[in-house]
T-cell receptor, first 112, second 117 residues
């Protein structure tokens, strides 16, 4: 089945630790996105990528990093510089153009 | 700056009745797109319906329809014949074009819908 997978479902981070969230898609979409959702709020864009080996900062990129070495994969690293990382992280993908974005099931990140 | 406003934090509806979720938007771009997503308690964002700014007719997808009033800058979601499984958060979003021909979604704060049996 085609879709977007994210792992892990839950992730715990210790102070000063970097953690990496996985996002894989087999929909052959060019564009991939990372959003953050805080409780009771909508989503905000962290990073996006239109093509392999290229990515751009979104609205809240500070404390995060990404890579796009393969079309199917767009991992997000939450670095120790992100002082308030507790949130729900959603990965999305979509064909280049004006069509909709499709979302993965999300990863909940909690700080210990 | 583009903005989406959802003024209803929570809504109740009786099973089998219709319900309207409000969404207003603000943009100066003549070309834009509006989306509705459903987020159940599991967290996944499920795409429901899309309306382009130049579309002549209101979008419909099964029990979902979008009441698009361009002059009033509103894009309300109408769910007909509500079902218990419709209980979820609903987000209105607008496409914002970016410099490199890509786009991002601007989300409202959401409306929590509870369907009563």
């Amino acid at each position: 089945d085609g879709g977007i997978t994210q792992s892990p479902k839950y992730l715990f981070r210790k102070e000063g630790q970097n953690v990496t969230l996985s996002c894989e898609q087999n929909l052959n979409h060019d564009a991939m996105y990372w959003y953050r959702q805080d409780p009771g709020q909508g989503l905000r864009l962290i990073y996006y990528s239109q093509i392999v080996n290229d990515f751009q900062k979104g609205d809240i990129a500070e404390g995060y990093s990404v890579s796009r070495e393969k079309k199917e994969s767009f991992p997000l690293t939450v670095t120790s510089a992100q002082k308030n990382p507790t949130a729900f992280y959603l990965c999305a993908s979509g064909p280049t153009g004006k069509e909709t974005q499709y979302f993965g099931p999300g990863t909940r990140l909690l700080v210990l | 700056a583009q903005k989406i406003t959802q003024t209803q934090p929570g809504m109740f509806v009786q099973e089998k009745e219709a319900v309207t979720l409000d969404c207003t938007y603000d943009t100066s771009d003549p070309s834009y797109g509006l989306f509705w997503y459903k987020q159940p308690s599991s967290g996944e964002m499920i795409f429901l319906i899309y309306q382009g700014s130049y579309d002549q007719q209101n979008a419909t997808e099964g029990r979902y329809s979008l009441n698009f009033q361009k002059a009033r800058k509103s894009a309300n979601l109408v769910i007909s014949a509500s079902q218990l499984g419709d209980s979820a958060m609903y987000f209105c979003a607008m496409r914002e074009d970016l410099m490199d021909s890509s786009y991002k979604l601007i989300f409202g704060s959401g409306t929590r819908l509870l369907v009563r049996p």
